[in-house]
């Protein structure tokens, strides 16, 4: 991807920084994109910032150019598109991971019980960020044939998965819609639309959560046996430099991919070297109640 410009939307942390980091692998020059800065915290008050996004992206072989932006403010996102505009005068690919929903989500609570304010909270910076990025970036994708768009999701699934609440089901499946439109919409331009998710995410948040580091972050099955599966952001981001390297990728074209398929399709690895396939474990132990400790996990990765 030498010579590429590429913009990820959310590159603070979890799959927009494995994202930014591994396209960044791939030589492109990566404009690194969130609220989070070293001179600014966004309201997640969480340490991560764009700033070292952007040196894991140098570090990784790229070039990292950090831009704080919140997607919410329509003014924020003009003025990106309008240094780009200078710097390049278009987008090659085009990662839109805005998320910024995680104090808003009531996870187990029934919708009747949440606080409404909450969830139209999660349902604007989920949905209404990513129609806001697309409507003001989407003119320097299109301005060359051969782009790439890529809306970042959770799950592959339309089907209700528990307790995560309906606005986060609503913003999810959103988004997963809007890569389908995507394909349909761009196309005629030469340009690819699509979603992809990542599968057990080993995020900073969920490293926290199990009380483990990305060194040891084996020992987290002692609270949750699935968690053998975890996957680090930087695996779907080897899936998106596979995507946007692969000169008949118009072939995925409105479709959700996951880590695992692309996996599949491609032959990356994780960063350890290992393969995890969650979809597979997700339909042979955690959809059939399998005691997931009775599994050989090693054939799963």
């Given amino acids: 991807m030498a010579g590429k410009v590429a913009v990820v ?6 799959c927009g920084r494995g994202i930014a980091v591994e396209l960044g692998a791939a030589g492109a020059t990566v404009y690194v994109t969130g609220r989070s800065t070293r001179e ?109 768009v890529v809306e970042v999701t959770d799950g592959d699934s339309e089907d209700y ?47 926290e959560h199990f009380e483990v580091t990305e060194d040891n972050w084996r020992d987290g099955v002692a609270k949750d046996p699935n968690y053998i599966m975890a996957e680090s952001p930087r695996y779907l981001g080897r899936a998106i430099a596979a995507l946007a390297a692969d000169p008949a990728v118009s072939r995925f074209a409105g479709r959700t991919l996951a880590s695992w398929t692309l996996m599949r399709e491609y032959g990356f690895t994780d960063v350890d070297g290992s393969k995890p396939d969650w979809g597979r474990w997700l339909a042979d132990v955690v959809t059939t109640g399998t005691d997931p400790s009775t599994v050989d996990a090693s054939a799963y990765r």
């Fill in 9 to 14: 939307t959310g590159a603070t942390r979890g």
């Fill in 161 to 207: 998965p528990g307790p995560v609440g309906l606005p986060y089901f609503l913003v999810k499946s959103g988004v997963r819609a809007l890569g389908r439109a995507l394909g349909a919409e761009l196309a005629a331009h030469g340009v690819t639309g699509l979603a992809v998710t990542p599968g057990f995410l080993r995020s900073e948040m969920m490293l």
């Fill in 40 to 148: 600014s915290a966004s309201p997640m008050r969480r340490t991560e910032t764009i700033d070292e996004t952007a040196e894991l992206v140098d570090a990784a072989g790229g070039v990292g150019v950090p831009v704080r932006c919140d997607f919410s403010v329509v003014s924020d996102v003009d003025a990106l598109r309008d240094r780009i505009a200078a710097d390049h005068g278009r987008i090659d690919v085009l990662v839109d991971d805005v998320w910024g929903g995680d104090q808003f989500v009531e996870f187990g609570t029934p919708w009747w019980e949440s606080d409404l304010d909450q969830g139209i909270g999660v349902l604007r910076n989920g949905i209404e960020t990513h129609l806001v990025t697309l409507h003001r970036l989407l003119p320097l994708v299109v301005a060359n044939r051969g782009g790439l």
